[in-house]
Every structure is written in C-alpha cells, then in structure tokens.
T-cell receptor, first 111, second 117 residues
Framework: GDSVTQMEGPVTLSEEAFLTINCTYTATGYPSLFWYVQYPGEGLQLLLKATKADDKGSNKGFEATYRKETTSFHLEKGSVQVSDSAVYFCALSTGANNLFFGTGTRLTVIP | EAGVTQFPSHSVIEKGQTVTLRCDPISGHDNLYWYRRVMGKEIKFLLHFVKESKQDESGMPNNRFLAERTGGTYSTLKVQPAELEDSGVYFC???????????????FGPGTRLLVL
C-alpha cells in the first residue's frame, strides 16, 4: 500500500545551519508529494508540493525535489531561522484524494 | 477568506462518554476530510466527504465513530462511547472540487486535541 517514511526527530539546529529532512515513499501509480508544516499552536499548513517526477517545490527558502528513481522528496533549507521551529510532515496523494503522511519531524532552531 | 475552523480546540472526557467534534470548511469547498494523529504517530486518513456524501470512509477505525455532513456545509465527527485509544489530535481539511486527475490542495484546520481518561 501507499506509505511515507520520514526521518525521525527531533532535530535541533543552530540558526543559519543547513537543514535536510529525509522522506521516501512507496506508492502505486504516480503520486503528488507534499510537505506540510505545523507551527506551535497552529494547524497544518502546506509548505510546498510537487506533482510529477523532477519537479521542485519551493517556498520560504525551503526546497524539495521529486525523485522518482530514489522515491524520495527530501526537504532542504540552506539557512534555518528560529521561526522555522515546527513539526514537518511529508505526505503523498495518489488517485484517491486522501493524503498519506509520515510521522512528522520536530525541528528546533536555537539562536 | 476564513480558513478551516474546528471546535472545540481541546476536549477531555472520561472513557465511555460521548464527544462531538465540529469542522467548518472553507466556504465553497466541496471536499471535506477527517484525519487523526495518535500520539507520536503519523496522521491517518479517516474519511472523505464530497458535499454531503461519504466518498471514502475506509479509514474509520470502528463503528463507534460517526461522521455527518448535513447540507454539505459543516461536518461533525461523533465518538460514542469513547475509549482510551481514541485520544489524539483530530484534523479536518477541505479542498475545492477535484479537476481531472490532479489532487487539489487540502487546507487544514488547527485540530481538536481529544484526551480520553
């Protein structure tokens, strides 16, 4: 069945450090891939998405590239800020409309 | 434009009691979804409405859970009777009408944190 495996956390980084959160997936067909973020006390927000192989999603300095050959969608940011502290969820959607999520990775950025 | 809203934000009940969660989707969104995150685990799909009809309820854990969307606007999710393992965060999401094969972006509410004691 469809599933997402996400890098386990928590992750603690210093401000301006480079961030990578790994995400791999298993899916039948050709899924769309997403990164959602949940800031403290708030709901899930769509951070970025990619709908086909080799697409790169980007937003707020974050990037992720849809890699079909490695079934991956790793999230990266070159220089994190304290305000990036949140829980990050990788997700996929296939022919059905529902999303399949990873377990979430908590990121804490310290000044 | 108002986002997806959920009520209550938190609920603490005793085992065996009944709880009803409410979700108001973004106005005009035909698709409404319920998801649940049990402590520390992944967010799991529960069910999907298209307007007032249940499109997919394959994720509903058992018959103690009842979801409704009368009139195709807001939705309720009732748990009766609640068990300890029902504790978690219940998220609601909505999206516009699906176009072709492309999945439309789902917009999530803040969630309802349910604790069953």
């Amino acid at each position: 069945g469809d599933s997402v495996t996400q890098m386990e956390g928590p992750v603690t980084l210093s401000e301006e450090a480079f961030l990578t959160i790994n995400c791999t997936y298993t899916a039948t067909g050709y899924p769309s891939l997403f990164w959602y973020v949940q800031y403290p006390g708030e709901g899930l927000q769509l951070l970025l998405k990619a709908t086909k192989a080799d697409d790169k999603g980007s937003n707020k300095g974050f990037e992720a590239t849809y890699r079909k050959e490695t079934t991956s969608f790793h999230l990266e940011k070159g220089s994190v800020q304290v305000s990036d502290s949140a829980v990050y969820f990788c997700a996929l959607s296939t022919g059905a409309n529902n999303l399949f999520f990873g377990t979430g990775t908590r990121l804490t950025v310290i000044p | 434009e108002a986002g997806v809203t959920q009520f209550p934000s938190h609920s603490v009940i005793e085992k065996g009691q009944t709880v009803t969660l409410r979700c108001d989707p973004i106005s005009g969104h035909d698709n409404l979804y319920w998801y649940r995150r049990v402590m520390g685990k992944e967010i799991k799909f529960l069910l999907h409405f298209v307007k007032e009809s249940k499109q997919d309820e394959s994720g509903m854990p058992n018959n103690r859970f009842l979801a409704e969307r009368t009139g195709g606007t807001y939705s309720t999710l009732k748990v009766q009777p609640a068990e300890l393992e029902d504790s978690g965060v219940y998220f609601c999401a909505s999206s516009q009408e699906r176009t072709g094969l492309r999945s439309e972006t789902q917009y999530f509410g803040p969630g309802t944190r349910l604790l069953v004691l």
